[in-house]
C-alpha cells in the first residue's frame, strides 16, 4: 500500500472511531438528564389533560419505547439506526419522528453555515496576504482594525446592529428566509431564489468573526514564511514577484488553513442557535436551541449534535487528505 492510501486509511478509521465516540458521549448524555423520555412525556400529557401519573403508566410507555433495554443495546441501535438506514428516532414529546421534524431544516442551516465558511475563507485569505505584504502600511492598519473589529464584536451583536440599519434606512428587518409567498411552498427554482435572497445575511452574520480570525492568521503565517530563508534563497535564484509569492510562502502558509476548515465549522454552527432567534430563523439551530432550553426533547438535541459532528469529521477528513496531497511531509508521516 503506498503512503497515500495508507494515510486516507489511517484517518478514515480515525474518523469511523471519532464517530463512534461521539455517539457514545451524546447518548450517555442524554440518558444523564432527570427523568428519562417516558416519564417527560407521561407528565407533559397529563398537564395537557389532567389526571394522575401512576408508575404502571410509565412502565408500559417505558416497554413501547424499549426503554426497558440495557443501556448499550439502546446505544448500539441508536447509533446504527442513524448511520445505516438515517432514522433519527422519535421526539420525545411530539410522537413524529425526528426526520419529520427537521425534514429540510437541517440541510438548510448545514447550507447556511457552509456558505458563511465560504465568505469567511474567500474574503480572509487574499486580504491576510494583502496585509502581510503590506505589513506597517495605512492598508495593513486598516486590514488589521477591522479583524480587531470582527474578534471583538460578537454575532448576535452585528446582527441587531445590521438590522437596525435595515430598518431605519430601507425599511427592510432582513428576518426569516424565505418571504411570505414562498415560506410554506413546496421547493421550486421561484423558492430557491428567495431563499438565495434571504440566506446571504445570516450567512454573512456568522461568518463574520471566522473572517476576522483566519483575516488575522493568514496574515501572521504568511509574514512568518517570507521572512524564512528559504525564501531568501528563492530569491537569489531569480525568483521574484506573484511567482516566488505563490510558489513558496503561500503554498506553506496555507496548509494549517486548510486543517483549521472542521473547527471552523464548529465555530459558526455554535453560533447559529442565538443569530437563528434573532433574525426568526426556523431551522436546526432554532429546533436545537428549543430542545434544550423549552421542550427538554433530548431525542431531537441529539440527532442535530450527532448530525453536527458527522458533518465536521466527514469535513476535517477531506481537509486532512487535501493538506496531504499539498504536503508530501503529511502523508509520509501519517499522522
Known amino acids: 500500500m503506498g503512503p497515500m492510501l495508507r494515510f486516507i486509511a489511517v484517518r478514515f478509521g480515525l474518523a469511523l472511531?471519532?464517530?463512534?465516540?461521539?455517539?457514545?458521549?451524546?447518548?450517555?448524555?442524554?440518558?444523564?438528564v432527570p427523568g428519562n423520555c417516558a416519564q417527560?412525556?407521561?407528565?407533559?400529557?397529563?398537564?395537557?389533560g389532567g389526571g394522575t401519573i401512576t408508575q404502571a403508566d410509565i412502565r408500559a410507555e417505558e416497554?413501547?419505547?424499549g426503554l426497558d433495554r440495557p443501556f448499550m443495546v439502546r446505544w448500539l441501535s441508536w447509533t446504527y439506526n442513524m448511520v445505516a438506514t438515517g432514522y433519527l428516532g422519535e421526539s420525545c414529546l411530539k410522537r413524529v419522528?425526528?426526520?419529520?421534524?427537521l425534514k429540510d431544516k437541517i440541510w438548510i442551516s448545514m447550507g447556511i453555515c457552509f456558505a458563511a465558511l465560504f465568505i469567511a475563507y474567500l474574503i480572509a485569505i487574499p486580504l491576510g496576504m494583502l496585509s502581510s505584504t503590506m505589513r506597517n502600511s495605512a492598508m495593513d492598519g486598516s486590514l488589521r482594525f477591522i479583524s480587531y473589529l470582527g474578534l471583538a464584536l460578537p454575532d448576535f451583536l452585528v446582527a441587531l446592529i445590521v438590522m437596525l440599519i435595515g430598518t431605519m434606512v430601507f425599511g427592510e428587518t432582513l428576518t426569516g428566509l424565505f418571504s411570505e409567498a414562498y415560506r410554506d411552498a413546496p421547493w421550486?427554482?421561484?423558492?430557491?431564489?428567495?431563499?438565495?435572497?434571504?440566506?446571504w445575511f445570516p450567512a454573512f452574520i456568522l461568518g463574520w468573526s471566522s473572517t476576522a480570525l483566519q483575516l488575522q492568521t493568514v496574515r501572521a503565517l504568511m509574514s512568518d514564511e517570507i521572512e524564512k530563508l528559504y525564501v531568501t534563497a528563492a530569491r537569489a535564484r531569480g525568483?521574484?514577484?506573484a511567482k516566488l509569492f505563490f510558489r513558496y510562502p503561500a503554498r506553506h502558509a496555507l496548509?494549517?488553513?486548510?486543517?483549521?476548515?472542521?473547527?471552523?465549522?464548529?465555530?459558526?454552527?455554535?453560533?447559529?442557535p442565538i443569530v437563528a432567534?434573532?433574525?426568526?430563523?426556523?431551522?436546526?439551530?432554532f429546533v436545537l436551541l428549543e430542545a434544550l432550553a423549552i421542550s427538554n426533547d433530548q431525542e431531537v438535541a441529539g440527532a442535530i449534535i450527532f448530525l453536527l459532528t458527522v458533518a465536521i469529521v466527514v469535513l476535517n477528513f477531506a481537509s486532512d487528505v487535501v493538506l496531504a496531497i499539498l504536503d508530501p511531509r503529511i502523508r509520509l508521516g501519517v499522522v
Open 17 to 32: 472511531v471519532t464517530l463512534f465516540m461521539v455517539s457514545f458521549i451524546v447518548f450517555g448524555l442524554m440518558e444523564l
Open 40 to 48: 417527560r412525556y407521561v407528565a407533559y400529557k397529563s398537564t395537557q
Open 63 to 65: 416497554e413501547r419505547m
Open 97 to 101: 419522528s425526528v426526520n419529520q421534524i
Open 188 to 199: 421550486s427554482i421561484a423558492k430557491l431564489g428567495d431563499f438565495l435572497r434571504h440566506a
Open 239 to 241: 525568483l521574484s514577484g
Open 255 to 272: 496548509g494549517p488553513l486548510v486543517n483549521s476548515i472542521g473547527f471552523d465549522l464548529n465555530r459558526i454552527f455554535n453560533g447559529l
Open 277 to 285: 432567534t434573532i433574525l426568526v430563523l426556523s431551522e436546526a439551530g
